[in-house]
């Protein structure tokens, strides 16, 4: 005898590989990933207040009691109508079709953003940063690096507008199917009667629990699908880009193709939703919310599914550590260049989505000057490592792999100043390390080098078009980056670390050298004179009029 019980679910291989990568260890994308939660937020944006904008926060992965967790936060809400800013990897079509229909339901609007807390944040326990403030939270929404991906866009249906930023990214791939089959096996006693024989007793003798996943949509989901997309007003093209990406994949919808479908309303951002100026307007819109001075302490609006974590020291958990991505105008102090001295970039730490923008910021403050990179990252953001790396060939910049070790004092240190806006330094193969999305910084170089103490690994990445496109453009060979398996749990495991041979045949690399090619101390006493060297009348100027002890 056989039963057969069917479940589907849209099976997240991809993670934000910001969240993945961190400066000390990289964390597990797994089935324990966060669940999504939601907090009611207050921007903190200056000079906001008294009358602020506030949203809903929905930032994890979408977990069968989910939906739940939505309804009670908006039963506390009452007839308040906030706007959801979610940011989400995907996970489970039930409970995105749930959510969908309550947020339509709610008539709310939904816009893909993450929100960056300030003082306090969903988790941390006894915060009174923002007593007598009238909010339990506050924040800043943007939708640099956000993504709304899998299941999400299910989800993300349901608002009554929508809005998905130029910084944003919302994508859909084919729905996984598992399937489960339970077999049984009885032995049943039986007793004669007078010639008759009676049933007495069954008993399971054994039970196999048989699973198998296929990877191409059901009539019978699809139909469902169908139905629901039909029901929100978003036309069938989302479903057909579903059921023509495989599920190993993501296809970044464009936001033409969004208008076009329906998915999205407008082609505005959050900022429409959740900007300081927006309370300003007459009237106000309806997320606005005027707070007196010295209000009562909130009480925490806040939900997530509960799961046991492990207990960490209260220490660990007073704040936050930035290990995002610094850059940091550097001079040689190696005492073997005098007054001759290489100049250059020092980029290190974890890239975010933001790390792009600043580092087209500070190319700007440079202007024309091709200073080299010399770079030392974990990892992060693949989008933001992506328009880096082509920022970086845009403007003809040389990349080395390198730690850069100041002299004196730190730059993140109170009252460390540089002079003439260059910080004393001396770059160092050992310790330089380039791994997860830092190699497609790597590959906009022109020129790349990776000395024989630095360490340079790879592992699977989303987005595999995208980055196929991109190495194609760098004139890189496509096999880099390990393929994807799909299900696959610790992605730690895949990581590959690159050999010189390696990297010199792939082409990630131009040649043997290493950073000291592009700023040892002897650089700048070679013909033709290199651009991150001083200009020679600077020299003259020095010479002639030298510092004062």
């Known amino acids: 005898m056989a039963m057969a019980a069917f479940a589907a679910k849209a099976e997240d291989v991809f993670p934000k590989w910001s969240d993945l990568t961190t400066w000390a260890e990289p964390k597990v994308w797994s089935d324990d990933i966060s669940p999504m939660r939601?907090?009611?937020?207050?921007?903190s944006a200056t000079g906001c207040e008294p009358n602020c904008p506030e949203w809903i926060s929905a930032e994890g992965a979408i977990e069968a009691g989910t939906p739940a967790q939505l309804k009670r936060i908006l039963k506390k809400l009452g007839r308040r109508k906030l706007p959801i800013i979610v940011n989400s990897p995907g996970?489970?079509?039930?409970?995105?079709?749930?959510?969908?229909?309550?947020?339509?339901k709610n008539k709310l609007d939904i816009a893909v953003g993450i929100t960056k807390f300030s003082d306090c944040w969903p988790g941390m326990k006894d915060c009174r940063a923002n007593d007598g403030k009238g909010a339990a939270y506050f924040g800043i929404a943007s939708d640099g690096g956000a993504m709304c991906n899998s299941a999400c866009p299910l989800m993300f249906a349901g608002g009554v507008g929508r809005v998905v930023g130029g910084w944003a990214h919302l994508g859909v791939h084919q729905i996984t199917t598992t399937h489960f089959r339970i077999t049984r096996q009885y032995r049943t006693t039986y007793r004669v009667v007078r010639g008759k024989k009676y049933k007495v007793t069954t008993e399971t003798v054994t039970q196999?629990?048989?699973?198998?996943?296929t990877y191409e949509m059901s009539k019978a989901l699809e139909k469902r699908l169908s139905a629901y997309l039909r029901e929100m007003g978003v036309g069938r093209g989302v479903l057909d880009v579903m059921k023509a990406t495989p599920a190993s994949d993501i296809r970044q919808i464009a936001l033409d193709d969004m208008l076009t479908m329906k998915l999205v309303t407008s082609r505005d951002s959050l900022d429409i939703l959740t900007q300081?100026?927006?309370?300003?307007?007459?009237?106000a819109p309806p997320n606005c919310r005027a707070v007196p001075a010295n209000a009562k302490k909130a009480k925490?609006?806040?939900?997530?599914?509960?799961?046991?974590?492990?207990?960490?020291?209260?220490?660990?958990?007073?704040?936050p550590v930035d290990n995002s991505m610094r850059f940091v105008l550097v001079r040689s102090s190696d005492p073997k260049c005098g007054l001759d001295c290489p100049e250059w970039i020092a980029a290190q730490g974890t890239i975010t989505p933001?790390?792009?923008?600043i580092f087209r910021q500070l190319l700007d403050t440079v202007g024309g000057r091709r200073l080299p990179l010399i770079v030392s990252s974990p990892g992060g953001d693949l989008l933001s490592a992506l328009a880096m790396g082509r920022l970086i060939r845009d403007r003809k910049l040389d990349v080395a792999i390198a730690h850069t070790d100041f002299t004196g004092c730190k730059p993140q240190d109170k009252g460390c100043a540089p002079t003439d806006g260059f910080y004393p330094g001396a770059a160092r193969n050992s310790g330089g390390q380039c791994e997860a999305v830092c190699p497609i910084v790597l590959a906009g170089g022109v020129r790349r080098f990776v000395g024989p103490d630095a360490l340079v690994s790879v592992q699977p990445l989303a987005f595999a078009e995208r980055v196929r496109l991109y190495l194609a453009e760098m004139s890189i060979k496509q096999n880099l980056f390990p393929p994807v398996l799909v299900g696959f749990a610790d992605f730690r495991l895949l990581r590959l670390q690159l050999e010189p041979d390696t990297m010199l045949t792939i082409g990630l690399t131009t040649g043997p050298e290493s950073a000291?090619?592009?700023?040892?101390?002897?650089?700048?006493k070679t013909e033709p004179?290199?651009?991150?060297?001083?200009a020679a009348s600077a020299l003259k100027v020095d010479a002639q009029f030298p510092p004062k002890p």
């Open 354 to 357: 933001d790390t792009q923008k």
């Open 300 to 319: 925490a609006a806040v939900m997530a599914v509960q799961r046991a974590v492990p207990a960490t020291p209260s220490a660990a958990r007073s704040a």
């Open 91 to 104: 996970g489970n079509v039930d409970a995105a079709l749930q959510l969908g229909r309550i947020i339509r």
């Open 529 to 534: 004179r290199p651009q991150n060297c001083p």
């Open 276 to 283: 300081a100026g927006i309370c300003r307007r007459g009237p």
């Open 516 to 524: 000291n090619h592009l700023v040892g101390p002897t650089v700048c």
């Open 208 to 213: 196999d629990n048989i699973g198998y996943k």
């Open 38 to 43: 939601f907090a009611v937020v207050r921007s």
